[in-house]
């Protein structure tokens, strides 16, 4: 142990497997993309970056899920399970989640992406809706 804590790059693995940082849900039915989707895409954990006053993950943060609608896109209806953010092409997390014209990014309360689409059709996003927080 004392060996792996002075090497930087063990060092880094070590701490994302002990904080979990390293899990993926990319393989299972409960998270979807849709279209064509840039990484980060669903099942893995949002990245954290700026975002107006704030950050994704201050922005993600509390119960709940989180829906950060980038570019033309038109807000959903109010769902109470989802709390809706805007992004500013200005802002970092534009850049860090990779988003070019427009984009949807569900967030699940810890912290892992739900749904991704990179577009402006909102049917993939009511459909992920319905089919997992209707009840």
Same mark, same amino acid.
């Given at each position: ?5 002075? =090497? ?6 070590? &701490?994302?497997?002990?904080?979990? /940082?390293?899990? *993926? ?10 279209? @064509?989707?840039? =990484? ?14 704030? *950050? /994704?993950?201050?922005?993600? $943060? +509390?119960? +709940? &899920?989180? /829906?950060? %609608?980038?570019? @033309? =896109?038109?807000? !959903? ?5 989802? *709390?809706?953010?805007? /992004? ?6 534009? $850049?860090?989640?990779? !988003?070019?014209?427009?984009? @949807? ?14 577009? *402006?059709? %909102? ?11 209707? +009840?």
């Amino acid at each position: 142990m004392p060996l792996v804590a002075r =090497v930087r790059p063990l060092r880094a693995a070590g &701490f994302r497997r002990v904080a979990n /940082l390293d899990v *993926t849900y990319r393989p299972s039915p409960a998270v979807e993309n849709s279209g @064509q989707v840039r =990484v980060p895409a669903a099942g893995a954990r949002l990245p954290d970056a700026r975002a107006g006053e704030t *950050t /994704l993950h201050s922005l993600a $943060a +509390g119960t +709940g &899920f989180h /829906l950060l %609608l980038a570019g @033309q =896109v038109d807000a !959903i209806a109010h769902h109470p399970c989802v *709390t809706v953010h805007r /992004l500013d092409r200005r802002d970092p997390a534009w $850049a860090r989640l990779r !988003i070019r014209e427009a984009a @949807q990014v569900l967030v699940r309360p810890d912290g892992y992406i739900a749904y991704r689409s990179d577009g *402006t059709d %909102l049917a993939g996003l009511r459909a992920y809706l319905d089919r997992w927080l209707s +009840g």
